[in-house]
């Protein structure tokens, strides 16, 4: 971020000047946790960074199985291809649910952060409502793409994109699962600060799914579907 | 709590960090919050429409450019996924999940671009099972 020559140095009055704090107008303290003053950051900071490194790590697993999808794309053993089999009407509603559930489980964070009940509850509601019609539609496409004799048996192709897709539709479906325990856990417990920290993480989890289905949407629907 | 004496709590908003997916301080409450979200929202919105239009369109552009359009606004709205809803920012106060973020990408990149590097070697250093059955008889 800085050379090594302009790492900190101390300011003529003799106060530590930090070089990570630029740009910040807050206040009169000078304390920054987790910059080597001010002490050990709170629980909140650390638990949000934990999540974040899962998350990250959940993408190198996704990554993965983009890169089995990639490299056996071409290899449809005489059956079915991405260009016969996928319609993208139905992958354009799947991606307005999942973005507009995106959208909607930042606004109920939002609304949790002040501490308003009924919106928070709403804005969850609704996020799930979404997120189920997308695992629904989801569904759909799998046994519609089975009942044509397309299944994961048919080919090295079909089985790296159920793999990938199926993945992700688990992912989503184990999201919403946590999204009721989360509802609940707000309606009997309240914000307490253990509780948004949860929300927190899901948020982050929710809004890394949607950032999933992007790289899905376009690598292999809207691809597959025009190659 | 520790004896550090500080007077946030244990949970209270720390003055200058941030754990991802929080909102800068400064911003000013609710209005700010819906906003950010909001943009993020249409301009999200706008790259799937693009990215779907251009799929689907024939001759608008070059065929073989469909992929590397496609390839570039998927990316673009991953970008604006990270900067609107998970709130990454260059900021100072975000070095920690930046460099994590950075770290994840190399990985990714290392994963898909090696393993799509060394099969398609491999495809063309084998003999296809074509030819081995071919030679066989």
Known sequence: MSAAGTLP????????????KIGHHGGGHHEATGHGE???????????????????????????????YAVLAKATAGGPSGRDLFE???????????????????????????????????GLLATGLLGFVFVLLEVQEFAQMAAEG??????????????????HGLH??????????MMAQ???????????????????FWHALDIIWVAIFTIVYLMGAGA | MTDTGRTDGEDGHDEEDLAPGEEAIGGSGIA?????????????????????????????????GIPVALIVLGIAQIGIHLVFFLHITTGPDNTNNVLALAFGFLIVFLVVVGSLWI???????????????????
């Open chain 1, 38 to 68: 001010g002490g050990p950051a709170s629980k909140r900071i650390i638990v949000g960074y934990g999540f974040w490194i899962f998350l990250l790590s959940d993408i190198v697993l996704f990554s993965a199985f983009f890169a089995t």
């Open chain 1, 9 to 20: 140095d101390r300011a003529p009055h003799g106060g530590q000047r930090d070089p990570y």
């Open chain 2, 32 to 64: 700010h919050g819906i906003s950010g979200y909001t943009l993020g929202l249409v301009l999200a919105t706008l790259l799937t429409v693009g990215s779907f239009y251009f799929a689907g369109s024939r001759g608008l552009i070059w065929g073989p």
């Open chain 1, 186 to 204: 707000i309606w009997a417990k309240g914000f307490r600060p253990a509780i948004m920290r949860r929300l927190l993480c899901f948020n982050l």
């Open chain 1, 150 to 167: 397309a299944g994961p048996q048919r080919s090295a192709f079909l089985t790296a994109f159920f793999s990938l897709v199926g993945c």
């Open chain 2, 119 to 137: 099969m398609a070697n491999l495809n063309h250093n084998m003999t296809s099972m074509a030819d081995v059955i071919a030679m066989q008889r």
């Open chain 1, 172 to 181: 989503v479906s184990l999201g919403l699962l946590w999204l009721g325990t």
């Open chain 1, 88 to 122: 993208l009407d139905r992958v354009a509603i799947e991606t307005a649910c999942l973005l507009a559930s995106s959208y909607l489980c930042g606004l109920a964070y939002v609304a949790a952060q002040a501490k308003n009940m009924l919106w928070t509850q709403i």
